[in-house]
């Protein structure tokens, strides 16, 4: 497998994995019943099915070493989805249920110095958006997208200081108190 490859590479050249980031996204906007049921199984198998491929590698070699530190981004749709970014936003709530579910597995395996982050940005300003497939067939306006510094700032905080949910920005903040609708 190419992840592992990945890993196996990183302990050649440097003895162990401190820290692992996860950050893989593709997206499809539109009606869902209007997205191509091939366009949802894409977004899947990279948002959700990739994630994992990176979480059980990363995982592995931790538990070996005794310690590290897996950062997963999710998306602010983890807990808020916005219309449009369905299935999108399903796998990023997939995202964040991983991350939970294994902290939660990890306290129960004793794995004290393994610990699991989301890191949960608003619309960020990347390429993204004229990427995504887009079946509504105009630009995608997302309002106020942030800087994406503030998610690189945000990574880097994990990797030293990981919390299961850490929105990133202050529309992501305020997102979970004032759902979108």
Sequence with gaps: MQVQNIADAAVAEHGRIDVWV???GVGAIGFFWNIPIEDHARLV????????????TALSQFR???YGTLV????????VPIALQNTY??????VLSLSRSLNEELRLAGEDDIRVGTI??????TPWWSHAANYPGHE???AMMDDPQIVVDAIIKACLD???EQPVGVKAKSSKIFPII
């Design 140 to 142: 995608p306006r997302m």
């Design 89 to 94: 936003a399903a796998t990023k709530a997939a």
């Design 22 to 24: 996860n950050n893989v």
């Design 72 to 79: 997963n981004v999710g998306s602010i749709d983890s807990e």
């Design 162 to 164: 990981p919390k299961e």
């Design 120 to 125: 949960m940005p608003w619309a960020v300003d």
């Design 64 to 66: 070996g070493q005794g």
């Design 45 to 56: 198998d990279v948002n959700l099915k990739g994630l994992i491929y990176g979480a059980h």
